[in-house]
């Protein structure tokens, strides 16, 4: 909002109301309109058709925020009991034990392995199905016991928790993050003006590959298969990309904000 001074206006999207809720609690520079909305931000097009003026540039904070992770009613966490939910909008109708409770166990292989990129995916949604059958899915903990027994104590990773790939890959598959990411990029790069940016805060590498599989995308002319004599796709660039490798935190950012250990940015400016 210092940035937008004089006179800009800032549209906010996210699918978690409380989030809505405590931003709407921030002080506003009185020369500055705040817009606030309630949405996915594969809505984008739509919400950005409010301002009623070009759109100079978009930024996506990809991936739970720090009070989602840290509250245990949310269900996110692995650390401490809770129900097990998972949802970003409370308001949607399924939640993680419901799909848990629900999922063909191809089904459960297919999210931890595309997802999660767990090795032991298999056999913890195997675990999961034979769990469902004595006693249904209810809260974290009932998931992380699972998993803990899913993969022997040996192979246990060292550097994470052992069910931090089983949380994210459930969390994406409940929330449909990466249709969404997608998506919003591509609305974003459509509404942004000529010179505008945009910009990606990514979390983890699936996020991040889809923030540069499509910056690349669109920074090239001819997107044709290499054996194609001439170009027969007609697609022409609309944008530059300006990290050609992804910003990280600092030593000194990682040392004050842990979490930020795992951060990329990526940039695009529209041609």
């Not at 034979?130 to 060292?158: C, M, N, Q, S, Y």
């Amino acid at each position: 909002m210092e940035r937008l001074q004089p006179g800009g206006v800032l549209l906010g999207l996210d699918r978690d109301a409380s989030a809505l809720e405590r931003f709407a609690r921030e002080p506003v520079p009185p020369d500055v309109t705040l817009m606030l909305e309630h949405t996915n931000f594969a809505q984008l097009a739509s919400a950005a058709e409010r301002i009623g003026r070009p759109v100079n540039g978009v930024i996506f904070d990809l991936g739970l925020s720090s009070l989602q992770l840290d509250d245990p009613e949310r269900g996110f966490s692995f650390q401490a009991a809770g129900p097990l939910d998972m949802r970003m909008d409370r308001s949607e109708p399924w939640t993680a034990a419901d799909l848990l409770n629900r999922e063909s166990e191809t089904e459960l292989r297919r999210i931890l392995r595309e997802y999660g990129q767990e090795r032991w995916g298999a056999r913890i949604a195997q675990r999961i199905v034979e769990r469902r059958r004595r006693t249904p899915f209810d809260t974290t903990k009932d998931l992380v016991d699972v998993v803990a027994g899913a993969i022997p104590r040996g192979a246990w990773p060292r550097d994470i928790h052992v069910a931090t790939r089983t949380f994210m890959a459930f969390r994406i598959a409940v929330n449909r993050e990466l249709d969404a990411i997608e998506k919003g990029l591509k609305a974003a790069i459509a509404v942004v003006a000529s010179g505008g940016r945009v910009g990606v805060v990514s979390f983890h590498s699936l996020e991040d590959k889809i923030a540069k599989n499509l910056f690349n995308v669109e920074a090239t002319d001819c997107i044709c298969p290499p054996q194609a004599p001439v170009c027969l796709c007609g697609h022409r660039r609309s944008v530059r990309v300006l990290t050609r490798k992804p910003i990280i935190a600092s030593e000194t950012e990682v040392r004050e904000n842990p979490r930020s250990r795992s951060a990329k940015l990526r940039v695009a400016e529209k041609l």
